[in-house]
């Protein structure tokens, strides 16, 4: 009984290594054109200012398939942490930030 346990744990070890998920990547496996994992270069060599050493997804899915995220904007502005209406508050005092400062250089614009 064991020994079939430690069977079928191994066949299912190795069961999505070689099989393709998405649409593209089975067409890819017909055509004869899966290969070898895709590799990708560290984050931080991708750009200067990116400070993350590791890729959050593996690179089969950033390519072939989608990742979803959920973000929350009051206008324009991203709001990190839902803390009611002290989230709320922030959000708008960033806002006129912005516009104060968007007004002030379009007037220094306009004077020249």
């Not at 999505?16 to 990708?40: H, N, Y």
Request: hydrophobic residues 30%.
């Amino acid at each position: 009984m064991q020994a079939d346990a430690r069977r079928r744990q191994r066949s299912n070890d190795n069961y999505f290594e070689d099989v393709p998920r998405s649409k593209l990547e089975r067409q890819m496996a017909q055509a004869g054109e899966w290969c070898e994992p895709i590799t990708l270069r560290p984050p931080n060599e991708a750009t200067s200012s990116t400070p993350v050493q590791y890729w959050q997804h593996h690179p089969e899915k950033l390519i072939f398939q989608s990742c979803d995220y959920e973000a929350y904007y009051l206008g324009s502005m991203l709001v990190k942490e839902l803390r009611g209406t002290e989230s709320t508050q922030d959000a708008c005092a960033k806002m006129r930030v912005n516009n104060f400062a968007k007004k002030k250089s379009l007037k220094k614009k306009l004077q020249k």
